[in-house]
């Protein structure tokens, strides 16, 4: 069963990614403030908090306070002040960690994987396999093979198939492939998309037509057949 995660932000265009990113292991709840959160945190089974510091209502710190009062579930503080006595004041109102933006989704995650293991005192790892239309991936290794022989792949095709293989089945805009592969901060040129899924096809040869064109609105892994195993 999946844990819930509970992403209090503001910004809709970082709850937006960080929901698409965790949704495919958390089942997500959002608040945009502070009072918000507090009625989700008390009215839900909450396993995991990511927590934005700057918040209308209540701020960070605030709801941070009176989650503690209540509660012990693991808080993640997401904010873009990285001085060392804005740390510690989080620190201090009971966050388990600390996270400055603009952050890495994949250090995130890592960090939300070893927060949750030291709180539940044990440490649990399965393995995580997709395979669809002759190519498989271990999402673990980061070992990729199409028809039985390795393929070899750079870190953004790996970013790229590993987010539309978490998404399978959904449409990733452009935008959203930019800011989870490479970064809401990103400012080159758009089409470097198009070209790293130029790449990607080939690389996967006769199974190429997994990943599919949406006219104006992004691409799509779309297995006309698969079996997972996580």
């Given at each position: 069963m999946k844990r819930n995660l509970l992403i209090v932000?503001?910004?809709?265009?970082?709850?937006?990614?960080?929901?698409?990113?965790?949704?495919?292991?958390?089942?997500?709840l959002e608040a945009d403030?502070?009072?918000?959160?507090?009625?989700?945190?008390?009215?839900?089974?909450i396993d995991l908090v990511f927590l934005d510091l700057m918040l209308p209502e209540l701020d960070g710190l605030q709801v941070c306070r009176r989650l503690r009062q209540t509660s012990d579930v693991p808080a993640i503080m997401l904010t873009a002040k990285s001085q060392e006595e804005d740390k510690l004041l989080g620190y201090e109102c009971g966050a388990d960690e600390y996270v400055t933006k603009p952050f890495s989704l994949k250090v995130l995650d890592a960090r939300a994987d070893a927060l949750l293991r030291r709180t539940e005192g044990k440490v649990s790892r399965q393995s995580r396999i997709a395979e669809f239309s002759g190519v498989r991936l271990d999402m673990d290794s980061g070992e990729l093979t199409v028809d039985?022989?390795?393929?070899?792949?750079?870190?953004?095709?790996?970013?790229?198939l590993m987010l539309l293989v978490r998404n399978r089945g959904q449409v990733v805009s452009k935008e959203q492939i930019l800011d989870m592969v490479w970064g809401f901060d990103y400012e080159g040129d758009p089409r470097t998309v198009d070209t790293t899924v130029k790449r990607l096809r080939e690389k996967l040869g006769e199974s190429k037509g997994l990943i599919q064109t949406l006219r104006g609105r992004?691409?799509?892994?779309?297995?006309a057949e698969k079996q997972e195993r996580q």
């Open positions: 932000e503001d910004d809709p265009k970082i709850r937006k990614m960080l929901g698409l990113y965790f949704g495919v292991k958390y089942n997500i403030n502070g009072e918000d959160a507090i009625v989700l945190l008390r009215s839900e089974r039985g022989n390795p393929v070899t792949l750079t870190r953004k095709e790996y970013d790229l992004g691409y799509c892994l779309q297995p």
